[in-house]
């Protein structure tokens, strides 16, 4: 599979769709998308292979999706699992640090002290994580007002650590993404354990960006670069899900 930077490409310049059959085929409990019986391959050249039938189908899908031209804007879950194989599967300790370096200054611990109504939305969506870190990790965060850095004790960070999972590349690179989309790691680490759902979770990292736009108006294009940032979002958490999925 050739390299795309999805943001790069008008639609003239997409490769043409060359394949027609999409099939998933097991060989001994490992799935892999095939295109005309032939193997799809990562950007780095390995067998876009899963452990996952149901995630692996998911990943036929969009490729049974492309119409006259393959755009890879339209295959979120195939980019994320490009990531995880080429990328993290053999860098998990270095994915794992950086999550838990976005812990040490997550969004939610950083606070404004003004006006009231941004501080009550903050306390609204943000104090629910923290409690649902405290009760489920048995640790407490630091919380900031303003933008000066505060310290996380090192046994809150090491509370993260452990419950980052490692031994699934495609879930631990599908957190990647959600913390680096959220600025959260707690947001992420949520959708993952069951303390909000995908559509809280982005809730809860737009209540600034939502106050903004109340101010200022709303910006057309900055509406449409944070909606695909979004579409990115809910193909991280159903990755996590087909995952995790028994078939």
């Known amino acids: 599979m050739v390299e795309i930077a999805p943001e790069a490409l008008g639609?003239?310049?997409?490769?043409?769709?060359?394949?027609?059959?999409?099939?998933?085929?097991?060989?001994a409990g490992r799935f892999f998308?095939?295109?005309d019986r032939r193997k799809v391959r990562t950007p780095a050249k390995a067998a876009l292979t899963f452990s996952s039938l149901a995630l692996a189908e998911a990943v036929?899908?969009?490729?049974?999706?492309?119409?006259?031209?393959?755009d890879p804007r339209t295959m979120p879950l195939t980019r994320i699992a490009n990531v995880a194989i080429d990328g993290v599967a053999s860098e998990r300790d270095a994915v794992v640090a950086e999550i838990v370096k976005y812990a040490s200054s997550d969004l939610v611990c950083y606070r404004a002290d003004t006006p009231d109504r941004l501080v009550a939305r903050q306390t609204e969506h943000w104090d629910p994580v923290l409690a649902f870190a405290r009760d489920d990790l048995g640790v407490r965060f630091v919380l900031a007002q303003g933008v000066m850095f505060v310290d996380q004790p090192e046994d809150t960070l090491e509370a993260v650590r452990q419950a980052l999972p490692r031994d699934d590349h495609f879930v631990l690179a599908a957190l990647s993404t959600m913390t680096t989309l959220t600025g959260s790691a707690l947001l992420a680490l949520g959708v993952l354990r069951g303390w909000h759902t995908v559509e809280q979770a982005w809730a809860a990292a737009n209540v600034d960006e939502g106050w903004n736009t109340e101010l200022w108006g709303h910006d057309a294009e900055a509406a449409a670069r944070q909606e695909a940032r979004r579409v990115e979002m809910e193909a991280a958490a159903r990755v996590i899900t087909l995952s995790l999925s028994p078939r």
């Open 11 to 27: 639609k003239a310049s997409l490769p043409k769709r060359f394949y027609k059959t999409v099939e998933v085929l097991d060989d």
């Open 33 to 35: 998308v095939t295109l």
């Open 60 to 70: 036929a899908e969009e490729w049974r999706a492309q119409q006259d031209v393959i």
